[in-house]
């Protein structure tokens, strides 16, 4: 069975050797996706597994945008009677509309009744890059991205996929996040050190008798056992802003990760917490918030602070800016896509 998982662009190569951990066979990286294959088992296995992806399809036809050929159907498919669609496009030479006719055609080969909504006991998932067309079933439904652990939102939150990365490219279990935001790395820290299970939420492949029914043993004691494994790792983290706390609080309790946070300045760590070897933040882009100049300075100042306080330890960070490089020596460096923003995450030595 071969099968379709989208990502950020730029964790390309840390979702394919994921997706190899838990049995799957790497076909195919492209931008953004990985292509690969494996027993019917992954479907279980990587929705549940899986911190780096966003969703698990089945491919049901790979080829140029347009082509004719009829549809791979697995047995389960085969009676159907309605499904609706999911489209994922990028630079296609085709117009949407076009597109949409040229898909609608092809979910009548599987079902009688077809329509554009993202909800539905099958959903179709169609992705298109360039000339480039892959259909298939979505057997996640809502992006892994949503954990559902968030009680609470930060107006600047982190893809938690992201967050999940930069604890894997840290690769240490003591943690200290000086903008800790809504917590979302400080949670993924402990849920990536715990081998905590994405149990927090429901897939759409259970919506879907045959492949219930399939997997409801091993669906009943992942969801039993959760997977978590014991931890001894240290999570801290500060925030300026007292809501965001209270916030990052609320979330670690809903996803029943253990980890502290304390209301401070990132300017003055060291007031809150003792020298670390691993410091891992997404810190305030100027963006919403402030000014450009306002940021620099604060990054100026929060250089100073780590190299006064924390030198010989790492940080991983993500920023659209490249000013650090002025004051730390890069370990790693790649371009990754933040939503609509390009940004540079980082590995420096302090």
Excluded at 15 to 40: D, L, N
Excluded at 140 to 156: D, I, K, M, N
Aim: some cysteine.
């Amino acid at each position: 069975m071969e099968f379709l998982s989208d990502t950020v662009k730029g964790l390309e190569d840390i979702a394919a050797k994921e997706i190899e951990g838990i049995g799957g066979k790497i076909k195919e990286i492209g931008a953004g996706y990985i292509i690969y294959e494996g027993s019917r088992e992954l479907i279980f296995r990587a929705n549940y597994l899986a911190k780096n992806i966003e969703r698990v399809v089945i491919i049901l036809q790979k080829g140029l945008l347009g082509n004719e050929e009829e549809l791979e159907l697995p047995d389960f498919l085969k009676n159907a009677e309605e499904c609706s669609l999911s489209m994922h496009i990028e630079n296609s030479p085709m117009s949407r509309e076009k597109i949409r006719e040229y898909l609608m055609n092809k979910m009548k080969q599987l079902c009688k009744a077809a329509k554009e909504v993202k909800k539905g006991k099958y959903l179709i998932f169609s992705y298109i890059k360039d000339n480039m067309s892959i259909v298939g079933l979505d057997t996640t439904g809502a992006p892994l991205r949503e954990r559902g652990y968030f009680r609470f939102r930060h107006p600047a939150s982190l893809n938690p996929l992201i967050a999940n990365a930069m604890v894997k490219i840290g690769g240490e279990r003591e943690i200290i996040d000086p903008f800790c935001g809504s917590g979302t790395i400080l949670i993924e820290a402990y849920n990536h050190w715990s081998k905590t299970l994405n149990v927090f939420r429901t897939f759409q492949f259970s919506n879907i008798s045959e492949l219930k029914e399939e997997f409801n043993e091993q669906v009943e004691y992942m969801r039993e056992n959760k997977g978590q494994k014991e931890n001894k790792g240290k999570y801290y983290g500060i925030d300026i802003n007292k809501r965001y706390i209270v916030g990052a609080q609320d979330n670690a309790r809903a996803a029943k990760a253990r980890i502290s946070c304390t209301l401070g300045n990132a300017e003055k760590l060291h007031r809150y917490v003792d020298s670390g070897k691993l410091i891992i933040t997404n810190p305030p882009y100027g963006l919403r918030e402030k000014k450009k100049k306002e940021i620099f300075k604060l990054y100026e100042n929060f250089a100073l602070e780590l190299e006064e306080h924390f030198s010989g330890g790492n940080i991983v960070i993500i920023t659209p800016y490249e000013k650090f490089e002025h004051y730390f020596t890069v370990l790693e460096k790649r371009k990754i896509q933040f939503g609509k923003l390009a940004v540079w995450l980082y590995k420096f030595k302090i």
